[in-house]
T-cell receptor, first 115, second 113 residues
Framework: DTAVSQTPKYLVTQMGNDKSIKCEQN?????MYWYKQDSKKFLKIMFS???????INETVPNRFSPKSPDKAHLNLHINSLELGDSAVYFC??????????????FGNGTRLTVT | AQKVTQAQTEISVVEKEDVTLDCVYE???????LFWYKQPPSGELVFLIR??????QNEISGRYSWNFQKSTSSFNFTITASQVVDSAVYFC??????????FGEGTQLTVNP
């Protein structure tokens, strides 16, 4: 069983569209994250939820809205997609409020391409 | 502010060579954790090691070893007798109680047969 799974793996869409990426973890972790990896491979945190509560929001445009229906799921909805949103988006989870309590377990990533 | 520097953008070696990936970090916190992650060509991020700031013991795991030196703020990663399957991007990362996990820019390692 995949520990952290995200869907879809690839997402190609046009500018201006709205899209969602789903993430689920079956590790029993209480904290989930979204990271963005740009074309230069740089990884940067976007959001973090602990027990369904938002605890990190790192200067991300408000076109990005995370939603956590329960502690095993953290979805990412993006409105009015722009070319600059093209990237690989990684979901991750850990036990504890910060990853130093336990290492992050990452999903396999969603490659978003905006044309 | 926290910062992680991986000065080597790309490294290319021939199979069976030893290779060291450098990582230098900056933080004012006395309590922190350092990590290494591997990202193979398939794209997933794989956790390799975590080390806390109070434990400077070097660690060895098979062909992998890590050298943590607080005096130089470095946490270097050595692969002994490299193999083609070691080809990947390797990320060093830092987390403190006051900040989120901060990644370095990664080192692309290519091991040629």
């Amino acid at each position: 069983d995949t520990a952290v799974s995200q869907t879809p793996k690839y997402l190609v869409t046009q500018m201006g569209n709205d899209k969602s990426i789903k993430c689920e973890q079956n590790l029993g972790h209480d904290t989930m994250y979204w990271y963005k990896q740009d074309s230069k491979k740089f990884l940067k945190i976007m959001f973090s939820y602990n027990n369904k509560e938002l605890i990190i929001n790192e200067t991300v445009p408000n076109r990005f809205s995370p939603k956590s229906p329960d502690k095993a799921h953290l979805n990412l909805h993006i409105n009015s997609l722009e070319l600059g949103d093209s990237a690989v988006y990684f979901c991750a989870s850990s036990q504890g409020g910060f990853s130093y309590n336990s290492p992050l377990h990452f999903g396999n990533g969603t490659r978003l391409t905006v044309t | 502010a926290q910062k992680v520097t991986q000065a080597q953008t790309e490294i290319s070696v021939v199979e069976k060579e030893d290779v060291t990936l450098d990582c230098v970090y900056e933080t004012r916190d006395t309590t922190y954790y350092l990590f290494w992650y591997k990202q193979p060509p398939s794209g997933e991020l794989v956790f390799l090691i975590r080390r806390n700031s109070f434990d400077e013991q070097n660690e060895i795991s098979g062909r992998y070893s890590w050298n943590f030196q607080k005096s130089t703020s470095s946490f270097n990663f050595t692969i002994t007798a490299s193999q083609v399957v070691d080809s990947a991007v390797y990320f060093c990362a830092l987390e403190t109680s006051g900040s989120r996990l901060t990644f370095g820019e990664g080192t692309q390692l290519t091991v040629n047969p």
